[in-house]
């Protein structure tokens, strides 16, 4: 695992490794173990590395072909590199490492961009072919791995994180206000926009093509597609769900380096302990963290998976000091997240880092296979809308609203109150709005000082409207399915683990998101994700009967949030008043100061639960002063 960075330019002049040397710096964090530079005429190519695979020397990046009229600088692990390798000996190629990024040189050289057809793994990557004078740049099917780049007239510069495209002297730190919405919205901004107006991001699943004269294009070499005819028994899909579970298992397990588990208690991190433990003759290194607050701690699920499994169990106690550690995780994250659990994250991989250099993970289970209770919302919905108009917006809706507000995680009457609001609209536009931050309405009063700026006002809804048109499922669950992998997935939850687990040089696997088993789940029935409505993950729910205790099969889904909402109103709230004061809000210019002291006030006198707008606000605040205002 690593950080790329690299620089074209197409006027011809050479590169300057001065420049390149500055963007690799930058990501010293995500390759603590080494630099490399490498300059071609007008390109620059450089890498961080942290060593997982081949300790050697023969490791280092940027790494030439054979020949030297190949380069690439790499991020991520191929899993099926043996495989790839063998097959290419097979073709007359000789290598000189035991690299996944020597395999990837040559199985360019061989198939051409198509290679990327035959990769399972979490990548990005970029290529130099100096015979064609072309440059490529790749991201992995699911977004894993992040890719950051600027393509102007000029020149073409990209990186691993924002912050290492900054660096380039070219790049301006415009604030894109379109996307400024997007965040308000969602919690994230969504790829291919950032922050900036001149950055974008590679969408997962895509590669660019650029020469020399800066003339190229980007296209998709993979998408999800859904197949709802032709099902088999359930007893098949369960036995080809277990073997590509394993499988999926046994190639991350590849390693150099020492390795574990983030076990949180839930059902995802402890099934995929479990297939550890059925690939390793040593216990498995698990970790997790608590809070010290019932509703947010997971620690007893913990232990009993831990226990279930026979792991080596490491556990830590989080405490309410965002203000120290915030800054940090603004400048690691790059970007403002609403995403509050990025501190648990950011604490559990600190943790783990003390003992291993690579963890597994269960990101991504959720998404594939249906475990949030959003899905089972919008079925409800629809029963829902059929209710009298009268009934709900002059009874239910009112005595919702009534309810008190609680400190607990998702309670019961957030929940609730965000489920009525989305009452009068379509279910696949209420699908959207329940993972609303901000809404519509609240943007607008909120971003009133530049309320005619039409980026400001764009419509969230409409991504989320295109998503669901480019898809070919048919079935409710599935087009839900489908927009959560290419939404919420790569820009909020994987965001969240690369950067919080990078930032202190850990890198973090994710056996759900094998392309292989996300195409199986896309087969899958939907009445095999979320049966009869109640049953969230069925399959890996019935996958991991008589493998995982009772009580943690079936107990509700938590997540790894913090009990922020408290914290706001003690430990935290001179920090988060002193961030948000009206002189703060006056030099970021774009925010009503009215508008955010209601947020603040409805908060700290229990009227509403605001922790999330909050969050949102505290983290935008900080990105505003660490990046425009004292460009780090």
Not at 352 to 373: F, K, P, Q, S
Not at 482 to 507: C, I, Q, W
Not at 528 to 548: S, V
Not at 613 to 632: A, G, R, V, Y
Request: proline share 4%.
């Amino acid at each position: 695992m690593c950080g790329i960075v690299g620089y074209l330019d197409f006027d011809g002049k050479p590169a300057q490794s001065k420049i390149v040397e500055a963007m690799a710096q930058t990501l010293e964090h995500r390759g603590p173990d080494g630099q490399g530079i490498h300059i071609d005429g007008p390109v620059g190519l450089g890498h961080r590395r942290l060593s997982i695979i081949d300790l050697s020397s023969a490791g280092t990046q940027p790494k030439p072909s054979y020949d030297r009229t190949l380069w690439v600088t790499f991020n991520g692990e191929i899993y099926n590199f043996l495989e790839i390798r063998q097959d290419l000996v097979r073709l007359g190629y000789q290598f000189r490492s035991l690299t996944d990024t020597e395999v990837i040189l040559y199985a360019y050289e061989e198939w051409g961009i198509q290679c990327l057809q035959r990769f399972n793994g979490m990548f990005a990557f970029c290529l130099w072919d100096q015979r064609q004078q072309t440059l490529w740049l790749a991201r992995d099917r699911l977004g894993i791995k992040p890719l950051f780049y600027i393509w102007s007239e000029q020149f073409i510069a990209f990186a691993s994180e924002i912050k290492a495209v900054l660096q380039h002297p070219q790049v301006k730190r415009t604030l894109d206000y379109e996307a400024l919405s997007y965040y308000l919205a969602l919690n994230y901004v969504p790829a291919p926009h950032t922050l900036f107006s001149s950055i974008r991001q590679l969408m997962p699943g895509q590669a660019l093509q650029v020469d020399i004269n800066g003339k190229g294009q980007i296209y998709d070499y993979w998408q999800l597609r859904y197949q709802e005819s032709d099902y088999q028994s359930e007893s098949a899909y369960l036995e080809e769900f277990e073997a590509l579970l394993s499988d999926s298992v046994r190639l991350r397990l590849m390693s150099d380096v020492p390795f574990g588990a983030f076990l949180s208690g839930g059902l995802d991190s402890s099934s995929i302990a479990y297939w550890m433990t059925q690939h390793l003759r040593e216990p498995v290194k698990a970790f997790s963290i608590g809070f010290g607050e019932p509703s947010f701690d997971e620690l007893d699920y913990a232990h009993l998976a831990a226990k279930s499994v026979g792991a080596q169990f490491h556990t830590a106690m989080v405490q309410a000091d965002a203000a120290t550690i915030l800054p940090k995780l603004v400048w690691h994250a790059e970007e403002p997240t609403a995403d509050s659990s990025m501190v648990a994250v950011f604490h559990l991989a600190a943790m783990a880092r003390e003992h291993v250099t690579m963890t597994l993970g269960g990101d991504g289970a959720d998404e594939i296979l249906a475990g949030y209770e959003t899905y089972q919302a919008y079925f409800a919905h629809q029963a829902y809308r059929r209710l009298p108009v009268w009934f709900r917006q002059h009874l239910l809706q009112p005595l919702v609203d009534r309810l008190p507000t609680s400190d607990a995680k998702v309670s019961w009457d957030f929940k609730l109150k965000r489920f009525v609001a989305a009452g009068d609209l379509s279910s696949e536009d209420a699908h959207g709005t329940w993972r609303m931050i901000f809404s519509a309405n609240a943007r607008a009063r909120l971003l009133d000082p530049i309320k005619n700026s039409p980026q400001a006002s764009a419509d969230v809804l409409n991504l989320y409207r295109a998503t669901f048109a480019q898809t070919n499922a048919r079935h409710a669950l599935n087009r839900m399915l489908y927009v959560d992998t290419r939404f919420y997935l790569p820009n909020d939850m994987l965001v969240k683990v690369d950067r919080m687990s990078m930032a202190h040089g850990l890198e973090v696997r994710v056996p759900f998101l094998d392309h292989r088993l996300v195409e199986f789940a896309a087969r899958v029935p939907p009445n095999l994700k979320l049966k009869h409505f109640r049953h969230k993950k069925y399959l890996l729910k019935a996958a991991m009967q008589g493998r995982l205790p009772n009580k943690i099969l079936w107990r509700r889904k938590q997540g790894f949030n913090i009990p922020n909402g408290r914290w706001f109103k003690g430990e935290l709230k001179s920090f988060v008043m002193e961030h948000l004061s009206i002189p703060k809000l006056k030099d970021m210019g774009f925010l009503d100061s009215h508008e955010v002291s209601m947020i603040l006030c409805d908060h700290f006198e229990e009227r509403k639960d605001n922790s999330h707008q909050i969050w949102c606000l505290l983290t935008l605040s900080l990105w505003w002063q660490q990046f425009i205002q004292n460009k780090i």
